[in-house]
């Protein structure tokens, strides 16, 4: 298995940019997909971003208007999800999670991070 922790959130004023890391320890992380989701107060968890195993596929959520990029450094067994231009509403706590197959259901994944608070003031 894989244990996952992420880091990076923080509060920014809308328009700003923020670069999330997530840290894996245990197996390797090649042998993951992985994604990030995020929940905002009072919602369901939704799909953010997800890349292959190698990274050499990418999906994102049609809502995200190409703003952020997930990218991922198997040798540092790191995660990144770069987010620009940043709005009120992506205010939610972002989670880091890996899964054996590219996906963008939630029930894919089996294993998540604790979670890192993203906060955009307007």
């Known amino acids: 298995q894989v244990q996952l922790v992420e880091s990076g959130g923080g509060l920014v004023q809308a328009g700003g940019s923020l670069r999330l890391s997530c840290a894996a320890s245990?197996?390797?992380?090649?042998?993951?997909?992985m994604a990030w989701f995020r929940q905002a107060p009072g919602k369901e968890r939704e799909f953010v971003a997800a890349t292959s195993r190698s990274g050499s596929s990418t999906v994102y959520a049609d809502s995200l208007e190409a703003r952020f990029t997930i990218s991922r450094d198997n040798a540092k067994n790191m995660v990144y999800l770069q987010m620009n231009r940043l709005k009120p509403e992506d205010t939610a706590i972002y989670y880091c999670?890996?899964?054996?197959?590219?996906?963008?259901?939630?029930?894919?994944?089996?294993?998540w991070g604790q979670g890192t608070q993203v906060t955009v003031s307007s």
């Open positions: 245990g197996r390797t992380l090649s042998t993951y997909a």
């Open positions: 999670t890996a899964s054996s197959f590219l996906a963008r259901l939630s029930t894919s994944y089996k294993y």
